[in-house]
């Protein structure tokens, strides 16, 4: 485990974070119209990994990740899915995720 390093994977974290950051918005958008969540397949993998992350990477910041919140979440965007509720799905990653995310990211942003 000595090629771990946490400083460089929290770099990474804050820059993936102010990236999806950016674009859940026309993701969301997509949702709505189009019916596609095939990008929201990638970035809650994606966010799944971050918050795993800051979890290991706690010393270096001061930031509390509820990964429980997180995979309660992606559990209703499943339910939602199966489904065929898009709707649903867009409300809950509009207004649960990325409320987080961008909560998240001014949080980085201050580090």
């Known amino acids: 485990m000595s090629d771990f390093n946490k400083e460089e994977m929290f770099n ?6 102010k990236n999806v950051n950016s674009i859940m918005k026309s993701v969301i958008k997509s949702i709505r119209e189009d019916n596609n969540i095939n990008n929201l397949v990638d970035i809650l993998d994606g966010l799944a990994y971050c918050y795993r992350g800051l979890n290991l990477t706690k010393e270096l910041h001061n930031i509390d990740i509820d990964e429980n919140n997180f995979k309660e979440k992606v559990e209703e965007i499943l339910e939602a899915t199966q489904n065929e509720d898009y709707n649903l799905i867009a409300d809950i990653v509009e207004y649960e995720i990325l409320e987080n995310v961008e909560n998240l990211n ?6």
């Open 12 to 17: 990474e974290i804050k820059e993936y974070i």
């Open 106 to 111: 001014i949080k980085l942003e201050n580090i």
